[in-house]
Structure formats: C-alpha cells, structure tokens
C-alpha cells in the first residue's frame, strides 16, 4: 500500500460511522462530567457538599453509584474517544466549508491533548488512583505553576500561558453568546422548542464554562505578578470563589446553573453536531 492509499484509507476510516459515533460518546461523556460538577457547585453555593466542584469531585459521585466503576470506565473511553475522532479533525479537517483552515485543525490539535489527558485521568480514577481525586486540581494547578516557575524566565512564562487561557475563555464565552456553534449543529432537524432550548443551554452554558477558564487565568495572572504559586487555582476553588464576591452565594447559583446547562447543551451535541 503506497503514502496515497494509505491517506486515502486513514481519511476514510476518520470519516466512517464509528469514528461518528465515538464522537457522541465523547459529546455525551463530557456532558455527564459538567452536569455533576455544576450540582456539585450548587450544593457548595447553598452551603452543602463536601465534594470538589471539579472533575474529581465528579467522578467521586460516581464511584459512589450503583455500577460507579463500569460508568467511570464508560466516561474514561467516550472521552477516549473523544480524543480520537479530535485527531482526526486535526489531521483531515472537519465538516464544512472552513474545515480545512490552519486555525481549525490547529485548535483541534489541541483538543486532542486536553481529552486525552482528561480521559487519562478519568481511566485512572477507574483503576484506583488517588490523583485523580476531588480537590486535586487545585493542587495540580499549584504544583505545575511552582515548577514552571522554576524555570529560566518561569515567571513571564507563567504569565503568558495564563494570559492565553483568560483570553480562551473570554472567546469560549463570546463564541458561545454570538451562537456560533450554529453551524456546527444541525439545526434544520430541529423544531422550534428544540431550537429555543439549545440556544438556552449553549449560550448560558458557553458562557458559564468561558467564565471559569477567564477567572482561573486570572488568578494564575495573580500568581506570576506576585511569584506566588498558591495564588494559583484549580476549578474547585475558581468556583468557590464566586461564593466570596459582594454578590455572595447567589453568582455562584447562577454559575452553578450554567454549568448543569453546558451539560445539557453537550447532550444536544452529541446528538446533533455534524460529523
């Protein structure tokens, strides 16, 4: 089999009906994630929980299920997948007109990695590992802002790579209030309420989930600026945060409810999003 062929295949095999359904499995896996972690931060902003409102606070609830251990092996895979079918949009192109623009394929690239490293730490809850626990992003975000500045102009270093994750979120957030997942969604297939309901979760959702990247780069800005690492957050104590502003815990409510909408709104992806 020549380069072409092999192309040829790789390309056909990226754009089969598995490689679809794995990206609703990963659609639907990331949504399960964000729904629990926006109940999590509304039993925090209503002065109950004693879980993480991150992603191992999440998957705790879970373990403590009926059947937890073969859901967090079905999160891990889905997101897995997930990954997959990232690495295919970033070295084929995705659907539609601009699928095959640097800027796409480059973000998909990095999607890539996020769900990989996301479902990596799913998969090690499942086998047992205590890393992967609630609370540990908040330490993780600590431990990884120490070394990098440690590093030879660590401390610039840090502060570029926070700037670049307010700016994501900023632009998850605007991207998401313009309605720009428009056409990435079949939304002819829709009827009306449908259509009403998915603009409610995605742009609340969207915004929400924006807001959270923008508030953890800000304070790992706060962290360079200082040469603090403790400065630095993980999502747990971001979203606690909201509970410590003049509008107390009610922002963090309304966080916590847009974070339960992206959720839903992921559902609606796996669904209708065109692959």
Do not use: C
Request: aromatic share 8%.
């Amino acid at each position: 089999m020549n380069a072409t062929s092999a192309t040829g295949t790789a390309r056909r095999a990226a754009r089969s009906d598995t490689m679809k359904h794995a990206a609703r499995a990963g659609f639907t896996a990331r949504g399960v994630i964000h729904l629990l972690i926006g109940v999590l931060a509304l039993q925090i902003a209503l002065g109950g929980g004693g879980k993480s409102a991150d992603q191992g606070g999440a998957l705790a609830e879970i373990a403590e299920k009926p059947f937890g251990k073969v859901l967090l092996w079905a999160l891990g895979i889905g997101l897995a997948a997930m990954a997959l079918w990232q690495l295919t949009e970033a070295l084929f192109g995705s659907v539609g007109p601009d699928g095959d623009k640097p800027r796409k394929r480059l973000l998909a690239g990095g999607l890539f990695v996020f769900y990989g490293f996301v479902s990596y730490s799913v998969l090690a809850f499942a086998v047992g590992s205590k890393s992967s626990g609630g609370g540990a992003s908040d330490k993780e975000s600590q431990d990884v802002t120490a070394k990098a500045m440690g590093l030879p102009a660590g401390q610039w270093l840090v502060g570029l790579v926070a700037l670049v994750v307010v700016g994501a979120g900023l632009w998850i957030a605007v991207q998401a209030i313009r309605r720009k997942y428009h056409k990435e969604m079949k939304m002819g297939e829709m009827s009306r309420r449908t259509r009403q309901l998915v603009d409610v979760t995605g742009v609340g959702g969207g915004a929400a989930r924006g807001l959270v990247f923008a508030v953890a780069g800000g304070f790992a800005v706060q962290a360079a600026v200082t040469f603090d690492p403790n400065k630095a957050k993980g999502m747990d104590d971001t979203i606690r945060s909201f509970r410590e502003t003049p509008a107390g815990p009610w922002l963090l409510v309304v966080l916590a409810i847009g974070l339960m909408l992206f959720g839903v709104f992921s559902f609606a992806m796996a669904r209708w999003r065109k692959l």
